[in-house]
């Protein structure tokens, strides 16, 4: 029951980060840029300075549904970003951004987050058939909760991993949002503010994952003891 107490409060925690960040983007998408660059334009600005000229910046669909692709070598910024002129904009581009020098300089934990993506997609999918399983089985075939466990080790390790990886591409930004002079002193604030509530979401989520991994590894516990 604690597992489930703790799992319950996290998830209400993650709901709440997720409120706030969502409040955070929209007060300081009211906010403009003194200098009137579009999202857009702060990101082909933070590629050029860091001499990357071989990605490309594309409008992607959806809220917040931002994010850099190193298979294809793309910053896919949300309309709201892709043309907005807010701190908001500036903040979420020169993020996706970071992401883009990390893969140009061969970060070593994007390299490997990107290299145990497939192996997490395929532990995505088997981990919702297999927790029906493992629980209906668990006295009988303890050897499914195990695998189930596996399964969930992987996404939890990969929810951890991804957590330096998204504080490092935030650093890259504020810190070239702060010596290029793109945002002065109040804007680079609340960037780092919006920022900052955007991981937090990371970090909710990992909570998450840990948390249940370790009641799938009390369940096994108790049933090989039984």
């Keep these: 029951m604690g597992y489930i107490l703790i799992a319950g409060i996290l998830s209400v925690v993650g709901m709440l980060v997720s409120g706030r960040l969502k409040s955070k983007f929209a007060h300081y998408s009211q906010i403009p840029m003194q200098n009137g660059l579009s999202g857009a334009q702060v990101a082909e600005t933070m590629l050029r300075e860091n001499g990357i000229y071989d990605v490309r910046i594309l409008e992607a669909q959806g809220f917040l549904s931002d994010h850099y692709n190193p298979l294809d070598k793309t910053v896919n910024l949300s309309p709201d970003v892709y043309h907005g002129r807010s701190v908001a904009a500036a903040a979420v581009a020169a993020h ?49 909760m195990l695998i189930t466990i596996i399964a969930f080790g992987v996404t939890a390790l990969f929810s951890f991993i991804t957590l330096p990886v998204e504080f490092d591409a935030s650093n890259r930004a504020l810190a070239w949002l702060d010596h290029s002079n793109v945002t002065n002193r109040v804007e680079h604030e609340g960037a780092k503010d919006a920022l900052w509530w955007a991981a937090m979401t990371y970090v909710a989520a990992a909570l998450s994952a840990l948390v249940m991994l370790l009641y799938l590894v009390a369940r096994y516990a108790g049933a090989s003891r039984d």
């Design 96 to 144: 996706e951004c970071g992401h883009a020098v990390q893969h140009a300089q061969a970060y070593s934990m994007l390299k490997f987050r990107s290299a145990i993506v497939p192996v997490v997609k395929v532990a995505s999918v088997a981990q919702q058939w297999l927790l029906l399983a493992a629980f209906m089985f668990l006295n009988t075939m303890p050897q499914l």
